[in-house]
Antibody, heavy 121, light 110 residues
């Protein structure tokens, strides 16, 4: 069974930094693209970033490029999202997402349960 | 990277069919066959329902079907049931290894 468990969500001040983690299990982690998606409470889903299986290639949405960094440690089956220069509009649930097809992007996502990041003074 | 456009709400009576549209551009929906749909009940995690425009994951109800024409994708729910009341989101590949979600549609079963 695919299992994705996010952690690291917290309350942080504007301008602050935070690192989210996602522990993956139930599949061969290194052969799948992984993504981060966020959802402001009561609002829609927003795709943020993706990383390929070996971690050598990443992409970002315009809204977070230059502030957020996605990475992975395949030896620990863990995905990360380093967030800096946080703003109030970054407040959201952050989901770790697996793309279902091995070795390729399909846009067929399996979801973690999410972790809440609140940016507030 | 503008969000795909979905109607804010769609409603129907039990047993009826409803269709949710998802409109993008030539840079996303219209240029790739990688539209997926997700169902999200209140307080729950999104769940994959359709991928690659019209493929249902194994075990998912055949009351749900997807299609695409030009820059617009559609999700049809037939035989509407109370349990279908949820938020629905489309998602499309947008080139350059990026994706974009729709604005979301709240389905109400009358």
């Amino acid at each position: 069974e695919v299992r994705l468990v996010e952690s690291g969500g917290d309350v942080v001040q504007p301008g602050g930094s935070l690192r989210l983690s996602c522990a993956a299990s139930g599949f061969t982690f290194s052969t799948y693209y992984m993504h981060w998606v966020r959802q402001t409470p009561g609002k829609g889903l927003v795709w943020l970033s993706r990383i390929n299986g070996d971690g050598s290639n990443t992409k970002y949405a315009d809204s977070v490029r230059g502030r957020f960094t996605v990475s992975r440690d395949n030896s620990k089956n863990t995905l990360y999202l380093e967030m800096t220069s946080l703003r109030a509009d970054d407040t959201a649930f952050y989901y770790c997402v697996r793309d279902r097809a091995e070795w390729q992007l399909l846009g067929a996502f399996d979801w973690g349960q999410g972790t809440l990041v609140t940016v507030s003074s | 990277q503008s969000a795909l456009t979905q109607p804010a709400s769609v409603s129907g009576s039990p047993g009826q069919s409803i269709t949710i549209s998802c409109t993008g551009t030539d840079s996303d929906v219209g240029n790739y066959n990688f539209v997926s749909w997700y169902q999200q009940h209140p307080g729950k995690v999104p769940r994959l329902m359709i991928y690659q425009n019209d493929i249902r994951p194994s075990g998912f109800s055949n009351r749900f079907s997807g299609s695409k024409s030009g820059n617009t994708a559609s999700l049809t729910i037939s035989g509407l049931q109370a349990e279908d009341e949820a938020d629905y989101y489309c998602c499309s590949y947008a080139g350059g290894s990026t994706f974009v979600f729709g604005t979301g549609t709240k389905v109400t079963v009358l």
